[in-house]
């Protein structure tokens, strides 16, 4: 199966390790310890990520340390910005409706 960057973070812990390792390079056991997730669901999480090249594993003696790799972000980070301004101008214009509501009801 081809995987890319959007299967990496389309999962919420996936993203929530995503946050952990930009950090920090982290063992896959330091990893791990941070959810309420078993272990082998874990190591599949960290498999997906490492298939996606958003994160690089390195042995260390007997650690093998998890390491992310931001630049594999950057598709998706483009792709999610030109939505951006589309949706800060929605947002925006929602907020004038509310605030003409609020002042019209408001008045005596």
């Not at 063992?27 to 669901?41: L, W």
């Not at 998706?76 to 030109?82: C, H, K, P, R, T």
Request: charged residues 30%; glycine residues 0%.
């Amino acid at each position: 199966m081809r995987r890319d960057i959007f299967q990496a973070i389309a999962d919420p812990v996936r993203r929530d390790i995503i946050e952990l390792l930009a950090e920090n390079a982290l063992t896959v056991n330091a990893v791990a310890e941070q959810f309420d997730v078993s272990r082998p669901a874990i190591s599949k999480h960290l498999k997906i990520l490492k298939e996606c090249n958003v994160i690089d594993i390195k042995q260390k003696g007997r650690e093998r340390y998890c390491i992310i790799q931001p630049k594999t972000l950057i598709p998706a980070f483009v792709w999610m910005e030109q939505y951006r301004e589309l949706w800060e101008n929605k947002l925006d214009s929602f907020e004038k409706y509310l605030n003409k509501l609020q002042t019209e009801k408001s008045k005596p």
